[in-house]
């Protein structure tokens, strides 16, 4: 009997100090998680800033396009390169995710699902948006040419697909900013 009373009174402690430790350990974990998420979600606030702006910035010259194929629609001495040039080239929105792929890379279980959801979302979007751009792109560069009205109208309805691709992201990144708890560490 004696000898589990000295057992228990050494081991006891010893539980003690490992779960302390176990508990210290995991507060400071938690720490540099949320010091980390802020940071990542500070970051994705600034990029989608940005790609709001830059968005902001295209659609008009996008517009401006669509105008000047629609000047020359029915003009057959005019080809789409010379449309294109006129307009001064091709515009595309640059949408910034690279922050959001650096948490869904790494620490992606951190997030709640409603934040997840949206982020994803985002990039969805992006990633349709850039495969409307390499379409349209693809069209220009079979088409160069070309003087119909046909062609022309083609390439104006891709644009102004574009455009609406776009509309539809901004709003979406719009709410998203407006929407602070998304963006704030609140799991």
Do not use: C
């Amino acid at each position: 009997m004696k000898q589990l009373n000295h057992i228990i009174k050494e081991t006891v402690p010893v539980i003690i100090g490992i779960l302390i430790a176990l508990f210290i350990n995991n507060w400071n974990e938690d720490r540099k998680d949320k010091k980390y998420l802020n940071q990542i979600f500070s970051s994705i606030q600034k990029e989608l800033e940005e790609s709001l702006l830059d968005i902001e910035r295209v659609i008009p010259k996008q517009m401006a396009s669509a105008d000047s194929i629609q000047k020359y629609l029915n003009n057959e001495k005019v080809s789409i390169y010379d449309v294109i040039t006129r307009a001064n080239g091709v515009h595309a929105a640059r949408i910034k995710t690279n922050a959001w792929k650096a948490i869904a890379n790494s620490k992606i279980e951190l997030i709640a699902y409603d934040k997840l959801s949206t982020l994803a979302n985002i990039e969805d979007r992006k990633e349709n948006l850039r495969w409307r751009l390499e379409k349209q792109m693809d069209f220009m560069f079979q088409n160069m040419e070309k003087t119909d009205k046909a062609k022309k109208q083609m390439l104006m309805m891709t644009i102004l697909d574009i455009v609406g691709a776009e509309k539809e992201l901004q709003s979406e990144i719009e709410d998203l900013l407006k929407n602070e708890a998304i963006l704030n560490n609140n799991n």
